[in-house]
T-cell receptor, first 114, second 111 residues
Framework: GAGVSQSPSNKVTEKGKDVELRCDPI?????LYWYRQSLGQGLEFLIY????????KSGLPSDRFSAERTGGSVSTLTIQRTQQEDSAVYLC????????????FGPGTRLLVL | KQEVTQIPAALSVPEGENLVLNCSFT??????LQWFRQDPGKGLTSLLL?????REQTSGRLNASLDKSSGRSTLYIAASQPGDSATYLC??????????FGKGNQVVVIP
């Protein structure tokens, strides 16, 4: 079946603009995760959804970052007033039940803030 | 906060040699540990998942061990091939399904 998909694959924006990143999880997966991979840094956790609820938002780096999930499926990560340090690859993952199980990752969105 | 260290950061081996990639983590209160592969410009591909109650897991030429109490995991790749060239990431799973990642082992297998 189809894997996790993300769009856009690449995004270039100007400092101060807002951006929206989209994630389509594997069909039927109730848990969805966002991670960020900055140049030279390891992957860092941003937020976790179980259904449409986000039990853990503690990884969001600032209040400019927000995320939502609707219908227990698609999720959108929004970054307001982008800064150059927001440039990174944003990765989305999903898992069947949100238990201690394999997380399946999408290809990522490469964000460049000029 | 979980800290994950992967050693060596980078290595090059001739084709056919066995690979040994090491991972250590500071918080032993984990549910499982996943090993991933990442190719340049690509997302992550899950290779193996070891539950916290397991000592090792095998898939083909790959074998991963876990010593949870000492905070260590090792990924063995037997008879390496050029197609094994990639970055390998270790990720223990903690509370709230949060994966913590190391910076990876960057592997080059020379034909």
């Amino acid at each position: 079946g189809a894997g996790v998909s993300q769009s856009p694959s690449n995004k270039v924006t100007e400092k101060g603009k807002d951006v929206e990143l989209r994630c389509d999880p594997i069909s039927g997966h109730t848990a969805l995760y966002w991670y960020r991979q900055s140049l030279g840094q390891g992957l860092e956790f941003l937020i976790y959804f179980q259904g449409n609820s986000a039990p853990d938002k503690s990884g969001l780096p600032s209040d400019r970052f927000s995320a939502e999930r609707t219908g227990g499926s698609v999720s959108t990560l929004t970054i307001q007033r982008t800064q150059q340090e927001d440039s990174a690859v944003y990765l989305c993952a999903s898992s069947p039940r949100g238990e201690a199980e394999t997380q399946y990752f999408g290809p990522g969105t490469r964000l460049l803030v000029l | 906060k979980q800290e994950v260290t992967q050693i060596p950061a980078a290595l090059s081996v001739p084709e056919g040699e066995n690979l040994v990639l090491n991972c250590s983590f500071t918080d032993s209160a984990i549910y499982n540990l996943q090993w991933f592969r990442q190719d340049p410009g690509k997302g992550l591909t899950s290779l193996l998942l070891i539950q916290s109650s397991q000592r090792e897991q095998t898939s083909g030429r790959l074998n991963a061990s876990l010593d949870k109490s000492s905070g260590r995991s090792t990924l063995y790749i037997a008879a390496s091939q050029p197609g094994d060239s990639a970055t390998y990431l270790c990720a223990p799973l903690g509370g709230n399904n949060r994966l913590a990642f190391g910076k990876g082992n960057q592997v080059v297998v020379i034909p």
